[in-house]
């Protein structure tokens, strides 16, 4: 059975800092895996995805992620957060045979200025 | 016009009620979902529906039942609603195509309180 877990319910870092979010997940077949945000007030917007193509994947908004498939990670980075980046980010991971989808808890990401 | 829409988007209700929340998508996808989303605890799948005479039972079902009424179509009904229940529920969508590597788009969510 798939699984994701993300290290750290709330991050905060200053504006202009690195962003890092973790997330390992937990898979019996190749993981084709998600990062989701959640702005306030809204829904679910895909980031970026892996889906066994490469291994460093870029997604919208300067993020991007690394699958390393030895440590069981896709944890998500920025270079330079933004006080726009503010949100919740969600890590998934489809269970291979359907489309579905299995989320970790998230992680609420605070910027100050 | 956003491409999945729920109504309502906000929603007060009382317990033992019978409420319904409904999703409508005009992004042409076969696949529905309905997910709640607790504090802490990610989101959760309720039901999915591959297409109108397909539908099966998410993670936390009990309580829940659902509607494929089209393809574009997809309602959530809680039968006889307890404060438990109280979430922010989100519809998604997504196509027909090579399993498991397809985005799902999602609505903006309703959210559900239930005295």
């Known amino acids: 059975a798939q699984s994701v877990t993300q290290l750290g319910s709330h991050v905060s870092v200053s504006e202009g800092a690195l962003v890092l979010l973790r997330c390992n997940y937990s898979?019996?077949?190749?993981?084709?895996l998600f990062w989701y945000v959640q702005y306030p007030n809204q829904g679910l917007q895909l980031l970026l995805k892996y889906t066994s193509a490469a291994t460093l994947v870029k997604g919208i908004n300067g993020f991007e992620a690394e699958f390393k498939k030895s440590e069981t990670s896709f944890h998500l980075t920025k270079p330079s957060a933004h006080m726009s980046d503010a949100a919740e980010y969600f890590c998934?991971?489809?269970?291979?045979?359907?489309?579905?989808?299995?989320f970790g808890t998230g992680t609420r990401l605070q910027v100050f200025p | 016009d956003a491409d999945v829409t729920q109504t309502p988007r906000n929603r007060i209700t009382k317990t033992g009620k019978r409420i319904m929340l409904e999703c409508s998508q005009t992004?042409?996808?076969?696949?529905m979902y309905w997910y709640r989303q607790d504090p802490g605890l990610g989101l959760r799948l309720i039901y999915y529906s591959f297409d109108v005479k397909d539908i099966n039972k998410g993670e936390i079902s009990d309580g829940y039942s659902v509607s494929r009424q089209a393809q574009a179509k997809f309602s959530l009904s809680l039968e006889s609603a307890i404060p438990n229940q109280t979430a922010l529920y989100f519809c998604?969508?997504?196509?027909?195509?090579?399993?498991?590597?397809?985005?799902?788009?999602f609505g903006p969510g309703t959210r559900l309180t239930v005295l």
């Open positions: 898979s019996s077949v190749p993981p084709y």
């Open positions: 998934a991971v489809s269970d291979g045979n359907t489309d579905k989808l299995i």
């Open positions: 998604a969508t997504s196509d027909f195509g090579a399993s498991g590597r397809n985005e799902q788009f």
């Open positions: 992004k042409g996808h076969d696949r």
